[in-house]
C-alpha cells in the first residue's frame, strides 16, 4: 500500500478529476434550469382576450374629473423621505396641511427594483420575481398598461427622466430624453436634465406629463440614507413639486401626483423586503382637493391603476389588481361617479378572476356570489331604490378587498411536475456526493480515487439505465423523443444501486485499514455542515445566515487553538489566538443580515467625521502592509535566474506605480487630475501587474520558490484590485484578512503541514464569514452596484455586472486564493499540490450540492409560506449565484495548475 500523501497522480488523472467535478457542475445546473422554469417562470394562465361582461360600466367615463395629469416619480422615495419626520419636503406638507391632497403610505411588492415596480405602477399586476433580474435588461412591454390607454386615446404624453420608461414604452411619448439609471455616481445632472425640460415643458401644451428622477436614489447607493446629501436631495425634490403645483393652482383639471417606486433599506440599497425597502411614500395633489384632515392612509402601491384610470377616463388595463382609492372620489365627485368607479373596478376584477379560470373553485364561490348579490343591489338602485347607494358601495369596496388579498397570492402557478423532477436530480446529486464528504471524515490523500469510483458508478449506472428505460417508455406511450433531455431522472433507481454498490467496495477498503480514523476538528465540520444545511428550512435563520457562519469558523479556530493548548504549542496557539481575535473584529466591521442590518458597527464609528484621520490611518496601513508584504517577499523568494529578476524588478515599479494611483483616488487630487481618470490608470496599473505575473509564470524556470512568488504576486494584484472596487471604509478589513490568513498560514506550518478536509472546510468558512463581513446577505437589495463604475463614466453593459460579481465574492475569492497559496507553500511535489486543489473543489462542491437539494426542497415545501418571495425565493437565487462561482474556482484552479 503507497504511504498516505505519498501517491503522485498523474496529470492525467487529475485532468479527469477536474473534466467530472465539471460534468457535476453541469448536472446542478440543469437541477437549477429545470427548477427555475418550473418555479420563477410560471403564472396562472389568463385568456387576455375575453371582453369585459359588461360594456356599459365604461359609459360614466367619458365626463371624467381630470384632463390633464403630471406624475413625478422620485426614484426610491422610502416613506419618511416624503411623509415621515425625517422629511424635508415642507412644502408639501403645507399642501397637505392645507387640505390640496391626499397622503398614503404604498405597499410595493418585492422585487422592489425600478423595472418590476414601473410595470407594477401602470398595469396594475403583480410582477414576477424573475423581474429583478430583468431589471438590468427592460425591453418592451407588451401588457396592456394605463400608459397604452393614455396612448390609444389620443393623449399628447411627455417623458423626461429614468431611459426604463422608454424601453417599456417606445415611440409612445412626443417629446422625450431618457437618462440611465445604472451609473449611480451621478446625482446631479441625471436631476437637473428632469428638471431643464420640466421648465420648457411647463409652457407647452400637453396631456400627461412624467418625470422620473433618480438622484435620491444615487445617493442612497453611493452614500446611504444618512448622508447630508438626502436632506438636500429631498429640498430639491420639494422645491420641484412647489413649481409644478404652483403652475396648475388655478387649474383644477389637472392632477400632480407624486410617488417612489421603491424604498432603501438602511444601507441605502434595494431590492428585497423590508419595511423601508417596500413602503414608498404617494401624495395626490390638486386644487380641486378639500381634505378636511391630514392622514396618512395605507394603501397598496397598485391601487394607483385603477384610480388613475377613473380618474382620467381611461379603461382598467386588463391584468389589473389594484382597488380604487375611495377619499379621492368622495372629495370631489359626487357619489354616483363613485359608485359607478367602484362597479367598474369590481367588474374587472371579476372578469380577471373569470379569465384565470379560478371562479368556480370553492374558495372563490362566496366572493362570486357576493357580487353578483351586489349587482342585484345595484339594479335595484337604478331602479329608484335610492337609499342602497351607500350599502352598493360598502359591498363593492369589501369584494375588491378581498379578491385581491386572495388572487394575488394565488395566480401565482407552479410546474410541479418539473418541480418533483428537478428535486430529484437535486436529491441525487446531493446523495453521491455525501458519500464523498462521509469519506472525506477520515484523513486520507486518497479519498478521491475513492470519489471517482462512487461517481463513475453513478454516472454509468444512471445514464445507461435511465435512457433505456426512456426510450421503451416513450416508444411504447408514442411520446415526442425532443423531450428525452428531461428524461434524465428516470436513471435515480440505477444510478442509486451502482453507486451503493460501489461504496460497498470502498467500505471493504475503510475495514482494512486503508483510511484513518477523523479527528475533533474533522468531527466538528462534519456535524457542522449537517446543522448549517438544516437551518436553511428556517426563514430566521436564512435572514440571519451569517451568524451561522460566524459561530462555524469562530468554533473551528478555538479548536485548533485548543488542538495546540493541549500539545502546549505555544507558538502555535498564540497565531490561532491572533486569528481568533481577527475573526471576531471582522465579523463586528459591518453589520448585516436583517435584524441588526444598520446598527452601529465599526464600520460605521469610521465614517463619522471626527473619526476621519483613525479611517485615513487604518485605510493607508492597508494599503502600506500590501506592499510591504510583496516587497518582503521580494527579498525571500531571490533567485539567479535572470528572467526572474527581471519580471520581479518590472512587477515592483508596476505596484508602486498603482499604488500611489490608489493613494491619490482617496485624496483631495480631483482638482489636479479627474477622479475617474485615477481610477482608470490605476486598473491599466493592475491588469499590467497581472500580464507580469503570467509571463514570469510561463517564461522563468520551474523553481518552487518562482511559483510562489507568482502566487503571492497574484494575491497582492487582487488585494489591490478589491481595494479599488470597495468603500473607503471597509479596507482596514483586507489587512484583518490578511492578518488571519498570515496567522494561519505559521500555525499549520508549524505542525506537519499536512492538507486535511478540515482544513479545506475551515478556509470555505471564513471564506463565508468574509463575504458577510463586506455586507453581503441573503437579501437581493445588498447586491451594490454602487462601486462597480471604476474608471468608468457610464454604464457598461459588461464591466458593471462582472466588478459587481467581484465585489460580491471579492471575499470568497480572497481566501480561495490564499489555500491555493498555502497549498503550494505545504507540498513539495507539483502532482500532489494539482491533486490537494481538485480536493478542496470536491470538498466545496460537496457542501454545495447539499445546500442546493436543501434550498430547492425548502422552497417547494414553503411555496405558499408568506415569506416565499422575500425569504426563500432570495435564498434560491443567492445558491444559483454560489454555485456560479464554484465554477468560476474550476476555472481559478485550471488556470493556475496551467501556469504552474
Not at 414608498?280 to 394603501?299: A, C
Not at 365627485?333 to 378572476?353: G, T
Not at 444501486?497 to 477498503?509: G, P, Q, R
Not at 463619522?608 to 517577499?633: D, P, Q, R, W
Request: glycine share 6%; with cysteine.
Amino acid at each position: 500500500m503507497k504511504g498516505e500523501g505519498q501517491v503522485e497522480w498523474d496529470i492525467s488523472k487529475v485532468k479527469w478529476s477536474i473534466c467530472l467535478l465539471l460534468v457535476l457542475h453541469i448536472s446542478l445546473g440543469y437541477s437549477f434550469f429545470l427548477y427555475w422554469e418550473g418555479f420563477f417562470t410560471t403564472t396562472a394562465q389568463c385568456d387576455d382576450t375575453s371582453p369585459l361582461s359588461d360594456a356599459d360600466t365604461t359609459d360614466f367615463l367619458n365626463n371624467p374629473p381630470f384632463k390633464k395629469l403630471v406624475w413625478v416619480i422620485i426614484d426610491a422615495l422610502r416613506y419618511d423621505f416624503l411623509l415621515g419626520e425625517r422629511s424635508k419636503m415642507i412644502h408639501t406638507h403645507q399642501l397637505l396641511s392645507q387640505g390640496k391632497g391626499y397622503a398614503y403610505k404604498a405597499h410595493a411588492h418585492a422585487p422592489t427594483v425600478t423595472f418590476p415596480r414601473i410595470k407594477a405602477m401602470v398595469s396594475g399586476s403583480i410582477p414576477a420575481f424573475t423581474d429583478f433580474i430583468t431589471n438590468f435588461m427592460a425591453n418592451e412591454h407588451s401588457e396592456d398598461s394605463i400608459i397604452k390607454k393614455l396612448y390609444e386615446q389620443g393623449k399628447d404624453m411627455v417623458f423626461y427622466g429614468d431611459d426604463t420608461w422608454l424601453k417599456l414604452f417606445p415611440d409612445l411619448f412626443v417629446r422625450s430624453e431618457g437618462t440611465t439609471s445604472f451609473f449611480v455616481s451621478d446625482y446631479t445632472e441625471v436631476d437637473d436634465n428632469v428638471t431643464r425640460n420640466l421648465d420648457i415643458e411647463l409652457d407647452k401644451d400637453w396631456d400627461v406629463m412624467i418625470l422620473h428622477y433618480l438622484g435620491l436614489d444615487h445617493i442612497g447607493h453611493s452614500y446611504g440614507p444618512d448622508s447630508p446629501l438626502m436632506n438636500n436631495k429631498m429640498t430639491e425634490m420639494d422645491g420641484i413639486i412647489q413649481k409644478i403645483y404652483d403652475r396648475i393652482e388655478h387649474d383644477e383639471s389637472t392632477l400632480l401626483v407624486v410617488c417612489g417606486d421603491h424604498g432603501m433599506n438602511q444601507v441605502g440599497n434595494h431590492g428585497g423586503s423590508t419595511v423601508e425597502e417596500s413602503t414608498t411614500g404617494m401624495v395626490f395633489l390638486s386644487p380641486s382637493f378639500h381634505s378636511s384632515e391630514y392622514v396618512v392612509r395605507d394603501i397598496n402601491q397598485i391601487d394607483i391603476v385603477p384610480t388613475l384610470s377613473n380618474l382620467l377616463g381611461i379603461s382598467i388595463p386588463l391584468k389589473n389588481l389594484g382597488v380604487i382609492i375611495p377619499e379621492l372620489f368622495q372629495s370631489i365627485i359626487n357619489e354616483e361617479y363613485y359608485m359607478n368607479s367602484l362597479n367598474y373596478n369590481a367588474h374587472q376584477l371579476n372578469v380577471l378572476l373569470e379569465r384565470y379560470g379560478k371562479h368556480e373553485l370553492p374558495s372563490y364561490i362566496p366572493l362570486v356570489e357576493s357580487f353578483q348579490q351586489t349587482n342585484t343591489l345595484l339594479k335595484q338602485y337604478r331602479a329608484g331604490d335610492i337609499h342602497l347607494k351607500r350599502e352598493i358601495i360598502n359591498h363593492y369596496n369589501n369584494f375588491t378587498k378581498h379578491l385581491y388579498d386572495k388572487l394575488s397570492v394565488d395566480i401565482f402557478g407552479y410546474n410541479e411536475e418539473q418541480l418533483y423532477m428537478s428535486i430529484i436530480l437535486f436529491g441525487i446529486l446531493c446523495l453521491t456526493v455525501t458519500y464523498l464528504l462521509y469519506f472525506l471524515s477520515y484523513e486520507t490523500y486518497s479519498y478521491v480515487t475513492f470519489s471517482l469510483e462512487i461517481m463513475a458508478g453513478y454516472f454509468i449506472g444512471s445514464i445507461i439505465g435511465g435512457l433505456c428505460i426512456y426510450v421503451t417508455y416513450a416508444i411504447l406511450m408514442d411520446m415526442d423523443f425532443s423531450m428525452l433531455f428531461l428524461g434524465f431522472p428516470f436513471s435515480i433507481i440505477f444510478g442509486i444501486c451502482i453507486s451503493l454498490l460501489t461504496v460497498v467496495a470502498v467500505f471493504w477498503k475503510i475495514f482494512h485499514g486503508y483510511i484513518n480514523t477523523p479527528s475533533v476538528d474533522g468531527y466538528f465540520c462534519y456535524m457542522g455542515i449537517i446543522a448549517h444545511v438544516i437551518s436553511l428550512g428556517s426563514s430566521s435563520f436564512i435572514e440571519e445566515e451569517h451568524q451561522i457562519i460566524y459561530f462555524l469558523s469562530q468554533t473551528w479556530l478555538v479548536i485548533l487553538f485548543l488542538k495546540a493548548l493541549v500539545q502546549m504549542n505555544s507558538k502555535q496557539y498564540s497565531f490561532a489566538l491572533i486569528a481568533i481575535v481577527t475573526s471576531r473584529i471582522i465579523q463586528s466591521w459591518n453589520q448585516t443580515g436583517d435584524k441588526y442590518l444598520g446598527a452601529d458597527d465599526i464600520s460605521k464609528y469610521l465614517i463619522k467625521e471626527e473619526n476621519y484621520y483613525l479611517l485615513v490611518t487604518l485605510s493607508c496601513v492597508t494599503l502600506v502592509g500590501i506592499v510591504s508584504f510583496h516587497t518582503i517577499s521580494s527579498y525571500l523568494y531571490d533567485s539567479n535566474d535572470k528572467i526572474f529578476k527581471t519580471f520581479k524588478s518590472l512587477f515592483n515599479f508596476v505596484l508602486y506605480y498603482t499604488f500611489a494611483l490608489i493613494c491619490m483616488r482617496n485624496s483631495n487630487v480631483n482638482n489636479i487630475i479627474s477622479l475617474k481618470m485615477v481610477e482608470y490608470l490605476a486598473l491599466w496599473g493592475i491588469l499590467v501587474l497581472l500580464f507580469i505575473t503570467v509571463l514570469n509564470f510561463k517564461l522563468s524556470n520551474e523553481e518552487t520558490s518562482h511559483t510562489r512568488y507568482n502566487l503571492n504576486s497574484i494575491l497582492v494584484i487582487f488585494g489591490l484590485f478589491s481595494l479599488l472596487l470597495h468603500r473607503f471604509n471597509n479596507y482596514f478589513l483586507f489587512s484583518l484578512f490578511s492578518l488571519q490568513i498570515f496567522s494561519l498560514y505559521q500555525y499549520f506550518s508549524i505542525g506537519s503541514r499536512k492538507i486535511s478536509w478540515s482544513m479545506m472546510i475551515g478556509f470555505f468558512w471564513l471564506g463565508n464569514s468574509a463575504y458577510f463581513s463586506l455586507l453581503n446577505s441573503n437579501s437581493l437589495s445588498t447586491i451594490d452596484i454602487s462601486n462597480a463604475y471604476v474608471g468608468m463614466d457610464s454604464y457598461h453593459p459588461v464591466l458593471v455586472p462582472a466588478f459587481t460579481y467581484i465585489i460580491l465574492y471579492t471575499g470568497p475569492i480572497l481566501y480561495f486564493l490564499a489555500f491555493i497559496v498555502l497549498i503550494v507553500h505545504f507540498t513539495p511535489s507539483r502532482f500532489i499540490a494539482d491533486q490537494n486543489i481538485t480536493s478542496f473543489l470536491f470538498v466545496t462542491f460537496t457542501i454545495r450540492s447539499c445546500f442546493s437539494f436543501a434550498c430547492s426542497l425548502v422552497l417547494f415545501i414553503e411555496r405558499y409560506h408568506l415569506f416565499v418571495w422575500s425569504v426563500f425565493s432570495p435564498r434560491f437565487c443567492y445558491e444559483i449565484l454560489h454555485e456560479s462561482f464554484e465554477i468560476v474556482k474550476v476555472l481559478i484552479a485550471v488556470i493556475v495548475m496551467s501556469l504552474k
